[in-house]
């Protein structure tokens, strides 16, 4: 049974950073594209940043210089490092497998003072 599981949420005050980690479990997703999603409750999910297989990244303009997502194949696990958090990132974080419909749980981050 594959399984994605987000960790690492939590609050921070504006400016502050957070790690986010995504392990898989259940198959090898190294050969995949992986990606970071965020959802605000009554708006839909949008893209925070993806990576391929050969560790190429993209980013939502809105994150990008500030978020670098990663990827740690041996592990199975995929990273979002967030810095300079701004209170508009305030969201509920999801990991996926691109191309397919395995999701995390989701994790949430809150950015207030």
């Known amino acids: 049974q594959v399984r994605l599981v987000e960790s690492g949420g939590g609050l921070v005050q504006p400016g502050g950073s957070l790690r986010l980690a995504c392990t898989v479990s259940?198959?090898?997703?190294?050969?995949?594209?992986m990606g970071w999603y965020r959802q605000i409750p009554g708006n839909r999910r949008t893209t925070v940043a993806r990576?391929?297989?050969?560790?190429?990244?993209e980013y939502a303009d809105s994150v990008q210089g500030r978020f670098a997502i990663s990827r740690e194949n041996a592990k199975n696990t995929v990273y979002l490092q967030m810095n300079s958090l701004k209170p508009e990132d305030t969201a509920v974080y999801y990991c996926k497998v691109d191309f397919t419909n395995y999701w995390g749980q989701g994790t949430q981050v809150t950015v207030s003072s």
């Open positions: 990576i391929d297989s050969g560790g190429i990244a």
């Open positions: 259940g198959s090898d997703f190294s050969g995949y594209t």
